[in-house]
């Protein structure tokens, strides 16, 4: 028999396992005059090992993990090539890659570059708007949770801070207009370059700036999705996508404050204690989804209503937290209940707004995967302070 407490009533007992593995689980023998048994099991050591290893492999490789894409706005020239796709591998190194991307700036009347398009007075000529060839430094996923086989948060993000100064000094005063970008990496660390690495000459900044468009990717939490957009809100500039985000936070607890009352029979649950209920399992993914499924819900509208300039405006840079899976894989990962409550308490928001698609959802869902096996050898029961339990998320 399998007893599930995370389960609704009456599916809490069943003969059948539950249909998502689980973070943590025990087992025991009954006799039968109803004693549990010691000593009736062997001791259980996941992946203790190869062989119990490859018989219990995970489903998936990323569980946990964090990885970066960091944008750096230099000016990159390849020898004897105009038009350069992005994604080509331009630099390897443990653990990193240099790749091509493109950026933008905007050249007014006045022969002033801008980073972002600027406000144009009335009957001033309309700006105009270019793009050019830069690198983007991408980061393999680093270690989150205890017990993940990859590369240590420390030790990478030193690393990358080196090759970030080494970009960076390209911009100091006497510099070289251009130097190749394999001059430029720091030996210490094994870069090499590739074919088209050799070609490549890094240039100045066409705007003097130090600021750079970084893009985490992670396995994906659905326990604590709340207080992830929370930690993201508190570092967002006052705009247009704060107040959306106010607007999706209003929404969510007013949605799962109607869920507490019809569950619990009561009345008396105002909108605002919702906060102070997250604690609770249920209320914290039922909360944290319905904030996340609103933004997105509404991301594109918002968009069109933002985009001043004359390229299209990205969906993803209108959340404070964007999702790479679909929204039904971050629902599976709920909790029954709460799954179940939110897909009915969404239907009317999701209908407002088709998902987006700029190339950054998966449109088809894949098996919730299970933990790794090292991962299950330190996980501790689901709680309001246990790590999230995470999908992985397909490349963008």
């Not at 970066?68 to 004897?80: A, D, K, Q, Y």
């Not at 929404?251 to 605002?272: H, I, K, L, Q």
């Not at 909790?335 to 999701?350: D, E, I, Q, V």
Request: aromatic share 6%; charged share 20%; proline share 11%.
């Amino acid at each position: 028999m399998w007893l599930d407490l995370s389960a609704r009533d009456g599916r809490q007992l069943s003969t059948a396992p539950p249909p998502v593995a689980a973070s943590e689980a025990r087992a025991m023998v009954v006799s039968p005059q109803g004693q549990a048994v010691e000593g009736a099991l062997p001791a259980f050591a996941a992946s203790a090992s190869t062989p119990h290893a490859l018989l219990d492999a995970a489903t998936a490789r990323a569980y946990g993990a964090i990885g970066l894409e960091i944008e750096r706005r230099l000016v990159f020239v390849i020898s004897g090539l105009g038009d350069v796709p992005a994604k080509q591998i331009l630099a390897t190194a443990p653990g990193f890659s240099i790749v091509t991307d493109h950026a933008s700036v905007t050249r007014t009347a006045d022969g002033r570059l801008h980073l972002t398009f600027p406000p144009v007075a009335p009957g001033d000529p309309r700006p105009q708007q270019f793009g050019y060839l830069i690198g983007e430094i991408v980061v393999e996923p680093m270690a989150v949770l205890p017990g993940e086989r990859r590369q240590s948060p420390e030790e990478t993000l030193e690393r990358l801070a080196r090759v970030e100064r080494a970009l960076d000094g390209r911009d100091q005063p006497g510099a070289a207009p251009q130097i190749s970008l394999a001059d430029l990496l720091p030996a210490e660390d094994g870069w090499t370059v590739t074919d088209l690495g050799g070609k490549t000459l890094v240039g100045q900044t066409p705007v003097r700036t130090n600021r750079a468009y970084v893009q985490p990717t992670t396995g994906f939490p659905a326990l604590g999705l709340s207080l992830l957009q929370d930690r993201v809100v508190d570092r967002l500039p006052k705009g247009a996508i704060g107040a959306v985000e106010a607007s999706g936070r209003e929404f969510g607890m007013r949605a799962t404050a109607e869920f507490v009352r019809a569950f619990t029979g009561r009345t008396d649950v105002p909108d605002v204690v919702v906060p102070f209920l997250a604690p609770i399992p249920d209320v914290d993914d039922l909360w944290g989804y319905l904030r996340f499924a609103y933004a997105h819900t509404v991301a594109r509208p918002t968009g069109v209503i933002l985009n001043q300039g004359p390229a299209a405006f990205m969906v993803k840079n209108g959340l404070a937290v964007a999702s790479r899976p679909a929204l039904d894989r971050v629902l599976r990962a709920l909790r029954p209940a709460a799954g179940a409550s939110s897909t009915g308490a969404t239907t009317t928001s999701a209908r407002a707004s088709p998902p987006p698609s700029d190339g950054c959802w998966s449109s088809t869902a894949a098996p919730s995967p299970r933990t790794s096996p090292s991962s299950r050898a330190t996980s501790t029961p689901r709680s309001a302070t246990s790590p999230p339990r995470a999908s992985t998320p397909p490349p963008c």
